[in-house]
């Protein structure tokens, strides 16, 4: 059979990274802002892009063949990654564990939340934000709480020296500051 004819799988349009898995028996935290982004994210799919991405592909159908209509088969593949996306996303906030973090500010303690500068063994100082593994952005100095270093870093308090794993052996860092957002007025 000519593979013109052949159907391709839904499979073939996973050029999306999959996102984090949690670790088996973890929790799925959150902040409140980070999860106000997840649902708008999701509401914004299913009440606005989806159904305009659902309109384009009944319009498109309607023209005919369809094996030759680009604009139904690329509005097929969107309305997939679409659904993907809805699908994972509420499957993460169903199981989402909303935590403020601004319950310890003006602890020096870290936290999930916390703002922590700190020293690595050259004394350069970094700065990261602890967030949910769906919220963190590296590039924004935001990292997981299951990354190496927030686990290396939870529990200790200023002025704490801390061993991390790294793949070029252990290093010792110290914790300069650490830092909570202000809790909201009422």
Do not use: C, I
């Given at each position: 059979m000519n593979k013109a004819f052949t159907r391709e799988s839904d499979a073939d349009d996973d050029d999306e990274p999959t996102p984090a898995p949690l670790p088996p028996g973890t929790k799925n935290y959150i902040t409140p802002s980070g999860y106000a982004r997840l649902r708008a994210e999701?509401?914004?799919?299913?009440?606005?892009?989806?159904?305009q991405v659902v309109e384009a592909v009944h319009w498109a159908a309607r023209n005919g063949d369809?094996?030759?209509?680009?604009?139904?088969?690329?509005?097929?593949k969107r309305l997939r990654e679409i659904d993907r996306r809805i699908r994972f996303l509420t499957k993460r906030l169903e199981i989402a564990e909303v935590t403020d973090p601004s319950a310890h500010h003006g602890s020096d303690q870290v936290f999930?939340?916390?703002?922590?500068?700190?020293a690595d063994p050259s004394g350069a100082e970094r700065t990261i934000t602890i967030l949910g593994i769906d919220e963190a952005d590296s590039s924004a100095g935001q990292v997981s709480w299951i990354a190496p270093i927030a686990r290396?870093?939870?529990?200790?308090?200023?002025?704490?020296?801390?061993?991390?794993?790294?793949?070029?052996?252990?290093?010792?860092i110290e914790v300069l500051s650490v830092r909570y957002p202000e809790p909201a007025a009422d």
């Open positions: 999701l509401l914004h799919l299913m009440d606005g892009e989806r159904p369809r094996s030759e209509n680009g604009d139904y088969l690329y509005g097929k999930f939340g916390a703002t922590v500068v700190y290396a870093l939870l529990r200790a308090r200023e002025g704490d020296v801390v061993k991390l794993t790294t793949p070029g052996g252990m290093q010792e």
